[in-house]
């Protein structure tokens, strides 16, 4: 007979765990028969003592295993991205639905804000009426009738998974590589997926602030990915400026609207998305080469063609069916909307884009408790680039805020993120490293 505690114990002494181990704890942890104080001493002995990789695919096959795995029967691949979080990282809203106007399927199962980097749930939620926690047959429906979903995890999906965090948020293993490994990866498994890209953030606006701790991760994600039998590539981009140039929840989903319009192409932003969306066309056997799946992506935006998915998903899950082409109806902007200016001209040489992000939640754009309500307007919009001269007819940015307060608040923390200088400046390439299996 099993003792979760002698698995506890056999892990803090830095023993491997076998397969058969760590299902059972797995299984103890979503029938309840492991506790709260087991499950918080099993993520301790991993945060000290780490996993081998054969270990990182046993825990995330059984994660994934504690609860539906859902299967498919679609005319195309069913295939997802995944961010490790940013500031003004509003790609998958323009992602999905490039990626299902050009023939596959995208059950996106996104998370809420975490810490500093926005969530894209939570700018989902923006958008009136908008469900994103609908049960899984409407997911079924909605992604094989529109091509796209972007929801939240529901309670089906990998319960294991949403025990072991919760309980990780507040015992300080968050951090721990091998499971942000397995947090991740269980999800999208679990949501039944062909194929996967995810998008590693490394620099002062990310989790990660160095490209050394970016790479460990890629590497992490690529092999216990490929070790579960599913087809990955990462690529390591840049986070040390917003990535859009707008902050917040509902200034990102105006932000997302005016790219796939066609109202606004930000180099850095559409490089981005336009390499992330090449990867899964190739991956899903929908593009031949990066250079065919980067000309399909381009097209379908171009097009209108990934608008009017969007569109179509967001009247499928409840929002106005009018809401892409008449979203200032919808995004009713704040009563403060105003400049934040630089204390004197100059170009900006460098951003600390961690501070930006904070500068948003403090002012009720994202959440310092778990159970805290967002004002999904708040948020900056305009912000200035690495490189770009700011003077007073360029300010910093635009702070959305509902007083004055918030207002002095949010635009005396956005000037203290930016360094300002007489010498130009050039950011470094936005997409450092690809890494994954060879093409």
Known sequence: MRLPQEIIRAKREGRPLGTD????????????????????????????????????????????????????????????????????????LALAPAVAACGGFVPMISGRGLGHTGGTLDKMDSI??????????????????????????TAELAPADKRLYAIRDVTGTVESLDLITTSILVKKLAAGLDA???????????????????RALADSLVHVATGAGLRIAALLTDMNQPLASAAGNAVEVAYALDYLAGRRREPRFHEVTVALGAEMLVLGGLAASMQEGEARIEEAI????????????????????????????YLVPPPIVRPAFAEAAGIVQEIATRDLALAVVAIGGGRTRPEQTIDHAM?????????????????????????????????????????????????????????????
């Open 21 to 92: 181990e760590i299902a059972f704890l797995i299984e103890g942890l979503t029938s309840g028969a492991v506790s709260e104080a087991q499950a918080a001493a099993f993520a301790m002995a991993v945060f000290f003592r780490g996993l081998s990789t054969e270990e990182r695919v046993a825990l995330t096959r059984a994660m994934t295993r504690s609860g539906e795995v859902l299967a498919w029967d679609l005319p195309g691949p069913v295939l997802d991205k995944h961010s490790t979080g940013g500031v003004g990282d509003t790609v998958s």
């Open 302 to 329: 171009a097009s209108g063609r990934a608008a009017e998915v969007f569109g179509g998903m967001v009247a499928a899950l409840g929002g106005a069916a009018d809401f892409v082409e008449r979203s200032e109806k």
């Open 379 to 439: 948020g900056l919009s305009g912000l200035a680039r690495v490189g770009e001269r700011v003077d007073p007819e360029r300010p910093l940015a635009i702070v959305h805020a509902r007083t004055e307060e918030q207002f002095m608040h949010a635009a005396q923390a956005v000037r203290a993120a930016y360094r300002i200088g007489d010498n130009p400046a050039e950011p470094g390439p936005v997409i450092a490293e690809r890494i994954g299996a060879s093409r």
């Open 196 to 214: 996967l890209v995810m998008d590693v953030k490394f620099g002062s606006g990310a989790f990660m602030d160095s490209l050394d701790r970016a």
């Open 128 to 153: 009136p009426g908008y469900a994103t926690q609908p049960d899984l047959e409407t997911l079924r429906r909605v992604v094989a009738q529109v091509g796209c979903a972007i929801i939240g995890q």
